[in-house]
């Protein structure tokens, strides 16, 4: 059996895969990611491979040692692994796992597909994997929280809001301007990405996740959303491929 986890800037997810098959997945706070480990490993004793991507300043010191004593062998993502895809982008080894992991999803879920899958999460990233399976690129971007705590932590007088996905343009009250500014600025942006993609390539999939991606549903009207498990499987898919 396999074992993945994701561990990102706050929380991390796990999901144990016989195969393809999906047999458990849960999700903490990274400063319980120790705790979780030991006990999934007392459960699912039969784990043979491991794969973490880690974008948090967790150190994995203590995870080594657990998979060392239980036999389990462990890869850290890297860019060097074999990927199900090939990649078209200039800093490779800059590129983060949390990207390839889900651009690997999208080639498994939507195969030869043009794909652009938009997270949005911490920061908003949006990548491109064409039909010939070719990674293209992206981009990143400040997220919603992001942004609204910029606003209120680098200028004397503009408050902190809580997000709120009513707004107008062009909006007549200094909140209303915060609001249209960082909650239609990010739905204006997205939009407009994927209306020059729409213009250069035909049927392009996109795919919606992340931790604000219900919230942006409302405008967005993005019909496909990743599962909860959707960058996990990505990560499944790569330890198949490595093992």
Do not use: W
Not at 63 to 89: G, H, M
Not at 202 to 214: E, F, P, R, S
Request: contains cysteine.
């Amino acid at each position: 059996m396999n074992l993945v986890i994701d561990i990102g800037n706050n929380y991390f997810k796990f999901a144990v895969f016989r195969n393809n098959s999906l047999i458990s997945n849960a999700s903490d706070k990274n400063n319980q990611f120790e705790k979780h480990l030991i006990k999934l490993l007392s459960i699912h004793t039969d784990i043979e491979f491991a794969l973490i991507s880690n974008v948090s300043d967790l150190s994995l010191s203590s995870a080594r040692s657990i998979f060392k004593q239980k036999n389990i062998k462990f890869f850290e993502f890297a860019s060097t692994l074999k990927l199900p895809f090939s990649v078209n982008y200039d800093s490779k080894d800059t590129l983060g796992n949390d990207r390839l992991a889900l651009i690997a999803a999208c080639v498994k879920s939507y195969p030869n597909s043009n794909n652009l899958i938009i997270d949005a999460g911490t920061c908003i990233t949006a990548d491109f994997i064409s039909e010939t399976n070719t990674y293209l690129g992206g981009l990143i971007s400040p997220g919603i929280e992001m942004r609204y705590k910029s606003l209120n932590k680098y200028t004397a007088r503009l408050p902190k809001l809580k997000k709120t996905d009513s707004f107008k343009f062009p909006a007549n009250s200094t909140s209303g301007s915060i609001h249209t500014g960082v909650v239609g600025g990010v739905v204006n942006e997205i939009l407009g990405f994927i209306e020059q993609l729409q213009k250069k390539y035909k049927n392009v999939n996109v795919i919606l996740t992340g931790g604000d991606a219900k919230f942006l549903s409302k405008t967005l009207k993005i019909t496909i959303f990743a599962n909860q498990i959707f960058i996990l499987e990505g990560l499944n898919s790569i330890l198949n491929l490595n093992k």
